[in-house]
C-alpha cells in the first residue's frame, strides 16, 4: 500500500505542475506555438523557439501524467487481486478522463483555441486532478469500519461490529456544495482567460466605479467571475467556521479548513493584483496555480467528511484532544537552525551576482520544506534520541496542523515571489521544496546509503535562487556555487551520521555509516572534502575572485581537509563531531569570504 501511496502522490504533484503549465502556456501565448498535434512542427524534438519549447514542455508533462495514471491503475488492479478492490473504479475513472483530455487537447489546437473548448480542457483536468486526490485521500485514510474498536457494541442494525449509521450531516452537504461552487469559479476563470475579458473591468474591486455597470463586451463575464469568487469565498469562510464548531472538533477537517481560508485571502490578494499590473503572467500563473490549490485542498475536506467516522468527526472540545501547541512550537517545526546558513549562502550569491536584498518568501519555502520534512519523518524521529524531542513525535504539534502550517508556508512563498521577485526564483525554490520531500524525504532517505549526496541537491538550491533573484537568470558562476553548496554536504551530513550510526540503525535508515561500515563512510569525507575544496578554488578564475577570497578559501579548505584526514586516522566520535562542527563554520565563512571580496571589488 505504501508504494501505491507514493504513486497517486507522484500522479496529484505531476498534475498539479500541468496545470501550472497550462497556465504558461496560456499567458505566454505558445497555445499555438506548435500548429499541429501530437507531434510539434512535425517532429518529436521541436526546434528550440521559447514559445514552441513552452508549448512542448506542456504536452511533455502531460505524456508522463498518462504513464503515472496508467501505473496508478495497474497498482489498483494488483491490489484487487490482494483482496484491497476500493481503487479499481477511480483508477478506471482517471484513465477515461486522461484520454478526454488527450482529445480535447487535439481538438483545442485544431479549433485554435476556441474559448469553450480552453474551457472543457480545463474543467477535464481539473476532474481528473480531483479523481487523483480522491484515490491518494482514501489510501492514507482508514473506512468508518476499520476504526471501529473491537468489542464495541453499536446502535447499527445488524449487531454488534458494524459501524453505526451516519445522521443527517449539514457539514458534509455544505462541504459538497463548497466544493461544486468552487469547481464552477475555476471554470468561469478559465473563460474569462480564453475569452479575452481578463481586462474588461479596469479597476477593482468595483467595475468602472460602479457596482453593476452595463454589461457590454466582455464585463458581464468578468462581473460573473467577480460575483461567483463572492459567493466561493463566503462559503469556503462558513465550511471554516463550521469545521471549528463544538460538533465538528475534528483536527483534520479544520486543518484542511484552515488552509482553504489561507488559499482564499491569497486569491483574493492576486485577484487584485492581476487587475492592478494589467494580467502579469507571474501574477496570472500564481492565481492560477492558488486556484488549484484551493480546488484540492476542498477536495481533501471533502473527502475526509465521508471517510472519518461519525464518533470522530463529531467528537466534543473535550474528548481529549490536546490544545493549541505553542508558537515556539511551531518555530521549532521549521528548524530554524538550518535556515541561517541557507539563507548566507542566498544572500551572498545576490551580492556576487549584482546587488540586492535576501527575499522574505525564500526563508518561507525553507521554512515549508522543514515542516513538511518533520511531517513524514514523524516516525523515524520518535525512534531516534537526537529527534524525539521535535513538536511533532513529542506530541506537542498534531501531524494536522503540521501539514496546514507547511502548506500554508509554502503556497504563500511561491505566490508572492512570483509576484514580488520574478517568476524563475519562485519556480526554483519550489522545485527545490518538491526535491527535498518526494524526491528525498519520501523516496531516497529511507532506501539507498546515497540518500544524502542526492538530496544534498535541495539544499543547494538557495543559491540559484539568490542569483536568479537578483539578476533573473542562471549563469555558469550560480552552478558552480550550486555544485559547492552540494559537494559539502555529504561530508558535513556523514560526520554527524557517524556520531549517531546508532541512532540511525535503531530507525532503519540505510545511512552510509550503517550500510557500508564506518571506514568506508571516512574515507569518502576525505574524498568529498578535497574535490569540495576544488571547486571552490575554482570560483576564483570563473567568477573573477579576489586574492581575499583565494587565500581564504585555500586555509578554510585545507583546514577543512585536514580534519576530514585526522578522523580517517583517529576513528573517534570526537573527530566526527569536530569535523561536523566546523563544516558548518567553514560554509558560513567561505560565502561571508565572497562577499567581502565583492565588496572589495566594488
Not at 182 to 208: E, F, K, M, R
Not at 492 to 511: E, I, T
Not at 525 to 553: D, E, H, K, N, W
Request: net charge positive; charged share 10%.
Amino acid at each position: 500500500m505504501r508504494g501505491f501511496v507514493r504513486l497517486a502522490s507522484l500522479a496529484v504533484v505531476a498534475t498539479y505542475a500541468l496545470i501550472i503549465l497550462g497556465g504558461l502556456v496560456r499567458t505566454a501565448g505558445a497555445g499555438l506555438a506548435c500548429p499541429d498535434w501530437p507531434l510539434c512542427h512535425g517532429r518529436l524534438i521541436p526546434p528550440l523557439d521559447p514559445l514552441v519549447l513552452i508549448e512542448w514542455s506542456h504536452r511533455f508533462v502531460a505524456s508522463i501524467v498518462g504513464l503515472l495514471t496508467l501505473a496508478v491503475g495497474f497498482a489498483a488492479w494488483r491490489l484487487r487481486r490482494a483482496g484491497q478492490p476500493g481503487f479499481v473504479g477511480l483508477s478506471a475513472l482517471a484513465l477515461v478522463l486522461v484520454v478526454i483530455q488527450i482529445g480535447l487537447g487535439g481538438l483545442t489546437v485544431r479549433h485554435e483555441l476556441t474559448a469553450w473548448l480552453i474551457v472543457a480542457h480545463l474543467g477535464t483536468a481539473m476532474a481528473f486532478f480531483a479523481t487523483l486526490i480522491i484515490i491518494g485521500v482514501i489510501a492514507v485514510t482508514p473506512t468508518p469500519a476499520e476504526l471501529v474498536p473491537s468489542g464495541v457494541e453499536t446502535r447499527a442494525r445488524g449487531g454488534a461490529g458494524q459501524a453505526a449509521p451516519r445522521r443527517h450531516d449539514s457539514f458534509r452537504a455544505l462541504a459538497v456544495l463548497t466544493l461544486a461552487a468552487t469547481y464552477g469559479l475555476v471554470l468561469i476563470g478559465g473563460y474569462v482567460s480564453a475569452s479575452g475579458a481578463g481586462l474588461a473591468c479596469p479597476d477593482w474591486p468595483l467595475c468602472y466605479g460602479q457596482l453593476l455597470p452595463s454589461l457590454t463586451g466582455g464585463v458581464g463575464a468578468h462581473l460573473l467571475h467577480r460575483f461567483a469568487a463572492a459567493l466561493a469565498g463566503a462559503l469556503i469562510i462558513v465550511t471554516a467556521a463550521a469545521a471549528y464548531r463544538t460538533q465538528a472538533r475534528r483536527p483534520q477537517l479544520q486543518a484542511a479548513s484552515a488552509i482553504a481560508v489561507g488559499l482564499l485571502i491569497l486569491q483574493i490578494i492576486l485577484g487584485a493584483l492581476n487587475i492592478e499590473y494589467r494580467l502579469a503572467d507571474a501574477v496570472t500563473i500564481a492565481h492560477l496555480a492558488t486556484a488549484a490549490a484551493l480546488f484540492a485542498t476542498l477536495v481533501v475536506l471533502t473527502v475526509l467528511v465521508y471517510r472519518l467516522p461519525e464518533s470522530e468527526a463529531y467528537r466534543s472540545h473535550d474528548a481529549g484532544w490536546p490544545g493549541r501547541p505553542r508558537v515556539l512550537d511551531y518555530v521549532a517545526l521549521t528548524k530554524p537552525r538550518i535556515i541561517i546558513l541557507l539563507l548566507v549562502t542566498a544572500f551572498a550569491s545576490m551580492l556576487i551576482a549584482a546587488p540586492g536584498r535576501v527575499s522574505p518568501w525564500l526563508i518561507l519555502f525553507t521554512l515549508a520544506a522543514n515542516a513538511i520534512n518533520q511531517l513524514l519523518e514523524r516516525d523515524i524521529d520518535a525512534l531516534m534520541s537526537r529527534t524525539r524531542r521535535r513538536p511533532i513525535p513529542s506530541g506537542r504539534v498534531t501531524p494536522p496542523y503540521a501539514l496546514a502550517f507547511a502548506v500554508l508556508l509554502g503556497t504563500v512563498a511561491f505566490v508572492e515571489m512570483a509576484v514580488l521577485v520574478n517568476l524563475l526564483a519562485a519556480l526554483l525554490s519550489l522545485a527545490a521544496l518538491l526535491f527535498y520531500v518526494f524526491v528525498y524525504t519520501v523516496w531516497l532517505k529511507r532506501s539507498t546509503p546515497q540518500n544524502i549526496v542526492i538530496g544534498g541537491a535541495a539544499g543547494a538550491v538557495p543559491p540559484l535562487v539568490g542569483w536568479a533573484a537578483a539578476t533573473g537568470h542562471v549563469n555558469l558562476t550560480a552552478m558552480l556555487l550550486f555544485v559547492i553548496v552540494f559537494l559539502w554536504t555529504p561530508p558535513h551530513f556523514w560526520a554527524l551520521a557517524l556520531f549517531r550510526r546508532d541512532d540511525y540503525a535503531r530507525a532503519h535508515v540505510p545511512m552510509l555509516p550503517v550500510v557500508a561500515g564506518e571506514d568506508e563512510t571516512r574515507r569518502q569525507i576525505v574524498i568529498y572534502s578535497i574535490v569540495l575544496v576544488f571547486f571552490t578554488l575554482l570560483l576564483y578564475p570563473v567568477a573573477r575572485m579576489g586574492l581575499l577570497y583565494l587565500l581564504s578559501a585555500g586555509a578554510l579548505g585545507g583546514a577543512f581537509v585536514g580534519l576530514a584526514i585526522r578522523l580517517w586516522r583517529q576513528r573517534t566520535p570526537t573527530a566526527a563531531i569536530r569535523v561536523f562542527g566546523y563544516s558548518i563554520l567553514y560554509l558560513g565563512l567561505l560565502f561571508a569570504a565572497m562577499v567581502a571580496d565583492r565588496l572589495l571589488q566594488a
